[in-house]
C-alpha cells in the first residue's frame, strides 16, 4: 500500500522481488476507477510510466474499469492487480456496484499482488484485505517505520515516499 505508487526506488523494488519473476513476464490488471477528477486523470500517465520503468512493456498492462465482475478465474490469469488512486468513495463504490470485493480477496488470499495507490491503499482497508485504518495518506510525517502489527487494527499515516506491505512473514513499513 503506497501514497503515491511506485516513485520511490525502495518501494519499486520491493515491488519487484513480491513479483518473484521479472516485471516483463508478468502480466498486471490496471484499475484506474479511483480517478474521479481532472488531478486524478492527470496521474494515471504518472501511474503508467511507473510500471514502464519498472519493466511492465504495454503488452503486458491491461485495463479494467469496475465495468463488470471480473470472475475469480480470469483475474487469476494476472500477478498483479494496481488500483490507482483517485477518490476512495468512488472507487469503493464502484467494487460494490460490480461485487468485485470478495473476488478481489480471494485472489489476494491466494497469493495474488494487491498494489494500492492512495485510494487504493484505502480500499485495501475498506475491504479487509489489510486489517488497519489509514488514517492519512499524502502527509507530512507518516507512521513510523518498521514492524506494524496488524493484529490490532492500527491507524496508519503515510508520506508520499512510504509503503506499507503485508507478506505472510507480517507487515512493515518503510521508506
Excluded at 460490480?98 to 499482488?113: D, E, P, Q, R, T
Aim: net charge negative; hydrophobic share 45%; aromatic share 8%.
Amino acid at each position: 500500500m503506497t501514497a503515491a505508487g511506485l516513485q520511490n526506488p525502495r518501494v519499486a523494488a520491493t515491488f519487484l522481488r513480491l513479483l518473484a519473476k521479472p516485471a516483463k513476464e508478468a502480466r498486471l490488471l490496471f484499475v484506474p476507477t479511483a480517478a474521479a477528477s481532472a488531478e486524478a486523470l492527470r496521474m494515471l500517465a504518472k501511474c503508467i510510466d511507473e510500471l514502464y520503468r519498472v519493466g511492465f512493456g504495454s503488452d503486458q498492462v491491461f485495463v479494467y474499469n469496475l465495468d463488470r465482475c471480473m470472475p475469480l478465474e480470469e483475474l487469476n490469469i494476472f500477478d498483479v492487480i494496481y488500483f490507482a488512486g483517485g477518490s476512495p468513495e468512488h472507487l469503493l463504490r464502484k467494487v460494490n456496484q460490480v461485487a468485485f470485493g470478495s473476488v478481489l480477496k480471494s485472489f489476494v488470499n491466494a497469493g495474488g499482488i494487491y498494489v494500492g495507490v492512495s485510494a487504493g491503499s484505502v480500499l485495501a482497508a475498506d475491504l479487509g484485505i489489510v486489517n488497519c485504518k489509514f488514517a492519512g495518506i499524502h502527509c507530512p510525517d507518516g507512521s513510523p517505520n518498521g514492524p506494524i502489527d496488524l493484529r490490532s487494527c492500527p491507524e496508519v499515516w503515510l508520506t508520499d515516499n512510504q509503503a506499507l506491505v503485508v507478506e505472510a512473514s507480517g507487515a512493515t513499513l518503510f521508506e
